[in-house]
Every structure is written in C-alpha cells, then in structure tokens.
C-alpha cells in the first residue's frame, strides 16, 4: 500500500462549488504540505503543518483553506473554486528530524478541473 | 528570499549520452539543495540532496550533481542516458532556518530518444 494516499484523483467541479481534497499518510510524519503543479511554474507551497496544532499558510494559500484532523490526515479545500484553481495537487509528508535537510514524500496527486 | 532558476524547460539527448540538467540557485544563507523526479503520472521522489560536506552528491538511478558555491549552482548529470531517465526533475533549495519548506524551480522535461 501506498504511504502517501490523495482522494480522489481526479474531480471536476464547476466554478462556485466547494471542494475537499483529502491526504492520508502511514508513514508517521509529523509535517505535511499542499502543493499545486501547474505547467511550466513547477510546484508552488499552498499550506503547511508541522503537527496537529500548526498550520502556516504558504505561497499562494488565498483561495484555500486546511484542516490537519489528526497526524495521518491533512485535508484541502476549496470554499468556491474558480477555473484558475484548474491544477494537480500534491500532498507530501517529511518526519521533520532534519530540520532543512527533510526529504519529503509525495502522494500521488489529484487532478482538479474547475469549470 | 530564496529561489531557483532552471535553465531550459525541456531537455532532449539521445540513449547512451550525457545528461545535464542546469539549476542555480538564490540564497541569503548556505543553502540545502535537493533535485526531485516525476516520473509521468506519479508523485515526485527525491533524487538526491546536499545538506553539509562533500559538495559532490551522488544520488539513485546514477544521477549526481555537484554544488558549486562560487557559482550558485547544482547541476544534475548522469553519464549515460536511459529512456527510462525519460521524466520531469524540479531543483529545489530548502529553508535552512529548518522549516522543511521547499522552494521548486520550474521544472525541465528530459526527453530521451533511442
């Protein structure tokens, strides 16, 4: 089984709904990210928790917002999305006993189209 | 601030030659520099990394790259090319201040042609 799950992987929703995407992990992480990859701009830090208690916005957090409902799970979402939210997102995980030096692991992705 | 510049969006070679895939980088402070895979349709996965140390990194698949300071690069090289290399690769600089964030340059496509 995969350690860093993402449901669903795929969503296409139109413009105003309100969307959750969901992370899951078993590898015992303390600290999890939201990234969103669109073409050509690489990946880009939406949101971060370094544990159940800590969420820190990141580059481009407006139009999101994150629930950390317990160390394995790390939920995403959308209040009203907009067609520019049209990206595949990934959830990654890192222990944090590294300090900078983590590596982090990544899910597997869920692609969102917004109409 | 810190940030990363990859130098060509999309990189062609041939089975069996070098590759080279450039990253320079942008930081206040000495800087933890990583280089990640994505393989299509996949999550990313770490190729290598350099924290402290030896500035020549060597990594999985016969990737390594070499920090070089003076520079401001990280550059990714394999002797060798397979078509299985065939992948998108994000260089990527950490915040040493030890928060674990990345910050990701835009990526370069490896294109590999038998």
């Known amino acids: 089984d995969a350690d860093v799950t993402q449901t669903p992987r795929n969503r296409i929703t139109k413009t105003g709904k309100r969307i959750m995407l969901e992370c899951s992990q078993t590898?015992?992480?303390?600290?999890m990210y939201w990234y969103r990859q669109d073409p050509g701009l690489g990946l880009r830090l939406i949101y971060y928790?370094?544990?159940?208690?800590?969420?820190n916005k990141g580059e481009i957090s407006d139009g999101y917002s994150v629930s950390r409902q317990a160390q394995a799970k790390f939920s995403l979402s959308l209040e009203s999305a907009i067609p520019n939210q049209t990206a595949l997102y990934f959830c990654?995980?890192?222990?944090?006993?590294?300090?900078?030096?983590?590596?982090?692991?990544f899910g597997p992705g869920t692609r969102l189209t917004v109409l | 601030a810190q940030s990363v510049t990859q130098l060509g969006s999309h990189v062609s070679v041939s089975e069996g030659a070098l590759v080279l895939l450039r990253c320079n980088y942008s930081?206040?402070?000495?800087?933890?520099l990583f280089w990640y895979v994505q393989y299509p349709n996949q999550g990313l996965q770490l190729l290598l990394k350099y924290t402290t140390g030896a500035t020549l990194v060597k990594g999985i698949n016969g990737f390594e790259a070499e920090f070089k300071k003076s520079e401001t690069s990280f550059h990714l090289t394999k002797p060798s090319a397979h078509m299985s290399d065939a992948a998108e690769y994000f260089c990527?600089?950490?915040?040493?201040?030890?928060?674990?964030?990345?910050?990701f340059g835009k990526g370069t496509m490896l294109l590999v042609s038998p």
């Open positions: 990527a600089v950490s915040d040493v201040r030890g928060y674990s964030t990345l910050t």
């Open positions: 990654a995980t890192s222990d944090g006993l590294a300090g900078g030096t983590d590596t982090q692991y």
């Open positions: 930081s206040s402070v000495p800087p933890y």
């Open positions: 928790s370094f544990d159940v208690k800590d969420i």
């Open positions: 590898k015992g992480h303390d600290r």
